[in-house]
Each structure stands twice: as structure tokens, then as C-alpha cells.
């Protein structure tokens, strides 16, 4: 009897588990769907998932313009960049905040913490006026610095916890041993905390592609303008070229999604680690 009814909680948690996961993918298979659809067959109705005239004109025509190169050129260089620096301050940061007795460290902690609330439609017109004054506008400079600004806090906050979850008594054998304290960080420490980095480091990534506000005020065209601002070129006054967003969706999801499947163990280790000690 009562394998029996472990076996209908499972089936039933199988089953809730597999409407829930259906119910968040089906508005990305449909875009996937709907990217092979000619235009007019976007706006027929009832919808249909699947397209009755498949074509990959969509496709064609995003990767065929130059523009749209330039656009995903940009949004590679600009969210690398504020990865790597996002990475090296934050690791910098966290482990002096888990390793040093520092005075009013918990308040320091909280005003870092603080910095996620603000949100970034206030700062639109400070960012914009301090780029124009220090010559950053339309930079690559200006958006790197903007997007390691706003995923650094958290970045710290997370990289302090992976640093707590390894043992001080590895560094202080190590120190014991005449190894500096800057060694014992780039030989012991950064090795431990490979998944740390990886996961934060994919988070700040994430954060910097998909930011589109402050790319889009900070620049005047293509030469610096990352993808999202080449994806709402196609929202137009009158129409919207819903294939053609669909189209360069997947073509700008699709790298990430590789890197994440290969990564996932390393994310979800970096994030929960240091959670339960």
C-alpha cells in the first residue's frame, strides 16, 4: 500500500512538473515556431503553432545586413568586458569582505546590497550627462562601465558567500609556508572558487546582453549599439515584423543557450554555495 502510493506522488509530481515546464516553454517554442512563418502568416487567426509554409527568409534576412553583424559584434565585446571586469572586482571585493575584519563591515554589506534597489530609469539623464561630460557618449567604455555598475553589487554579495565556503585554514597553512597573501589567492583560493566565478560570471553576462535602456540613450547607431537596440529596430510605428524579431531572438539566444548547457553545473554551484554551512 505504501508503494503504492509513493508511486502516485511521483507520478503526480512528474506530471504538475511537466504542465509547469510546458506552460514556461510554450511561448518559446512558440517564437521559435512563429521565426519560420512568412509575415502574413503571423497574424492569421486562431494562431497555429506550426507553420503552414516554412521559409527561412527571417533568417536570411537579419544575417544578410551588416548592421545586424555589428549589432551582435557589439553585444559580445560590451557584455564580455563588463563579465571579465564584473568578475575581477567583485572576486577582489568578496574575498576582502569574507577574509578581513573591516570596521562597520555589515553596514558596508548593506549599502552594497542597497545599490540593486535603485532602479535605472532615475539615473537615465545622470548617465546620460556625465557621458556627454567626460566624452564617453556613444563608447564602448560608457555601456561597460554602466552594466558592470549595476551587476557588481550582487556579483560581491555572491562571490562573499562562495569565499566563506572554503576554509581560512588552507590560506593560513599556505601563509605558514612563507606564501604571500596575494599567492595564496591565485594559487589556492581562485582555483577553489572556479564555479563561484563561472556562475557569477555567466550572471553578469546575462545582465549586460540583455540590458537596453541605457544602450539605447547612450548611443546614435550601429558602430556601438548592441543587439537589443537592433531588436527594437524592427518594432516599427505602424507594424511590427514579428518573424523577423523571432528570428533574431533565436539567432541571439541560441549561443547563450550552449554555453549554458555545458555551464549549468557550474552556475548552480556557484549560486547555492556558501548558502548552508
Known sequence: MRSHRQRIKHLLLYASTTLITLAVLFPVIFGFFTSFKPNPETFTYP???????????????????????????????????????????????????????????????LAILALQMFPGAILMISYFNLSRALGLYDTYLALILIDTTFALSLVIWLLKSYFDSIPVSLEEAALVDGCSRSRALLSIVAPLARAGFIGTG??????????FMFALI?????????????LAELFGQYSIQWNGVMALTVVATFPLLIVFIFVQRYIIKGITSGAVK
Open 47 to 109: 494562431p497555429k503553432l506550426m507553420p503552414q509554409s516554412w521559409t527561412i527568409k527571417s533568417y536570411t534576412s537579419v544575417l544578410s545586413q551588416q548592421r545586424y553583424l555589428r549589432y551582435f559584434l557589439n553585444g559580445y565585446l560590451i557584455s564580455i568586458s563588463s563579465t571579465l571586469l564584473c568578475v575581477f572586482l567583485g572576486a577582489l571585493a568578496g574575498y576582502g569582505l569574507s577574509r578581513f575584519r573591516l570596521p562597520a563591515k555589515r553596514s558596508l554589506m
Open 202 to 211: 555567466v550572471f553578469a553576462f546575462i545582465r549586460a546582453w540583455n540590458e
Open 218 to 230: 547612450l548611443t546614435k547607431g550601429p558602430e556601438r549599439a548592441p543587439v537589443t537596440v537592433g
